[in-house]
């Protein structure tokens, strides 16, 4: 129906203006292709992709870098509604606005990616891509609206530890918009004896492959295996020798590390202490154990004296002995939180009245991650698809100096045939 109707406005458009000769005809045929892009930009990932099959024009744009950036700003800038995974031995999705009616299901992702993504954890995700975890440290990209994976190359020898079981092995998963690359970043914190500090290496995903970078100095010792992205950089909350807390940051375009300031807590522990993204900020969790839980946000990032305090979640209400309780969103009204609680239940919670009403889910795992994602276009093939270098395969190789090795035959020939005598 609609290419209908942009060939029917095309059409008119035509007739009226030919006779004012090929150059209006070319400006109108630029402003219907602008006309396609603008509408196409505002349908979700789902129908976009079975537009891809309408024609090779329009399967270009869709696939075009230009055009996945302008829908990933406007499903971000629109709100436009977000997809639901929740992680576990087999991954699942559940859709968004029945979580308001406090009863859906979570339902399976189907084969391939079922096999392939099972037991894996999640590193981290941004503009819709996910960064994943085996027991084997493997590392994929995985787009769940696009129903692509990717395994990603292996990392150097020395950072191939597995995640989890000890605080040894870090990872984390952001972008890089001034070079507009994905990254990958590795850490393995030494041993209580060793002063050289933490190893880091790179991953680009413009590049395909890992660079080593300088240690991090000795005096931080990391809280937490998964870096939070946000503002550019991945957080962790460290320790210094002196054991006082603070935010480790680092930065993906510049490849380096700062501190970020803290919020004045009233708790100096640092086990008490977890910072998560809620509300499109960097959030810090203060734990006052079986009393309440503070959620504090930085609302202008990289400003200390941006921080404040969004609310309090009073544990009794919540459960009675709940380890941990992470925010994920605010209800349409911002009276309620839907909060995710020892990785066991998911529970709406009134800031008002202090209660909280637990979100009935069939066929939910019994210990799980739930993350909230945008739905994007971004591929896993990034590098691919954006045009980044790739190593050709050896038959274009072969084929291509073939071809130059006629051309330079050909040219001796020629030079030899053509040359006059004065």
Request: contains cysteine; positive net charge.
């Amino acid at each position: 129906m609609m290419s209908k109707l942009i060939s029917c406005h095309s059409d008119r458009n035509t007739s009226s203006f030919a006779s004012d000769g090929p150059r209006l005809q070319k400006l109108n045929v630029r402003t219907t292709e602008h006309l396609i892009a603008e509408i196409l930009c505002r349908l979700p990932v789902k129908i976009l992709l079975r537009f891809r099959c309408v024609s090779k024009p329009w399967c270009s744009l869709i696939d075009s870098p230009r055009f996945v950036k302008a829908h990933l700003k406007r499903s971000i800038e629109c709100k436009t509604k977000p997809g639901i995974i929740i992680k576990s031995f087999v991954s699942s999705s559940v859709d968004f606005d029945s979580l308001h009616n406090n009863a859906t299901t979570a339902v399976e992702i189907d084969e391939p990616l079922r096999t392939l993504l099972y037991a894996t954890g999640d590193v981290g995700s941004c503009n819709g891509l996910h960064c994943l975890y085996n027991l084997e440290t493997d590392l994929f990209l995985w787009n769940p609206a696009m129903r692509k994976c990717r395994k990603l190359p292996t990392a150097p020898a020395e950072f191939l530890r597995p995640f989890e079981f000890d605080q040894s092995s870090l990872c984390g998963f952001g972008y890089d918009a001034g070079n507009d690359d994905y990254k990958v970043l590795r850490i393995v914190q030494p041993d209580v004896h060793d002063l050289c500090g933490s190893k880091a290496t790179i991953y680009s995903l413009k590049t395909n492959s890992w660079k080593r970078l300088q240690n991090i100095s000795g005096h931080f010792i990391f809280r937490g295996a998964w870096g939070i992205f946000m503002g550019g950089a991945l957080h962790w909350i460290t320790v210094t020798p002196q054991g006082s807390p603070s935010i480790l940051a680092f930065d993906l375009g510049v490849e380096n590390y700062r501190e970020v300031p803290l919020p004045r807590l009233q708790n100096k522990i640092v086990k008490d202490m977890n910072i998560v993204i809620f509300a499109e900020s960097l959030c810090m969790l203060e734990y006052f154990p079986l009393i309440r839980i503070d959620v504090w946000a930085m609302k202008d990032y990289g400003v200390g004296n941006s921080w404040c305090k969004l609310f309090s979640v009073e544990q009794p209400k919540v459960t009675r002995c709940c380890m941990s309780i992470r925010p994920i969103f605010y209800s349409k009204s911002r009276e309620d939180v839907l909060l995710e609680v020892d990785s066991k239940e998911v529970v709406w919670y009134n800031l008002k009245r202090k209660r909280a009403k637990t979100v009935n889910i069939a066929n939910l795992p019994e210990i799980f991650d739930l993350e909230v994602y945008p739905e994007s276009l971004v591929s896993p093939d990034y590098n691919i698809s954006c045009g980044g270098p790739q190593l050709p395969s050896q038959p274009q190789e072969k084929k291509k100096q073939q071809q130059q090795q006629q051309r330079n035959k050909r040219d001796r020939f020629l030079s030899k045939g053509f040359k006059l005598v004065l």
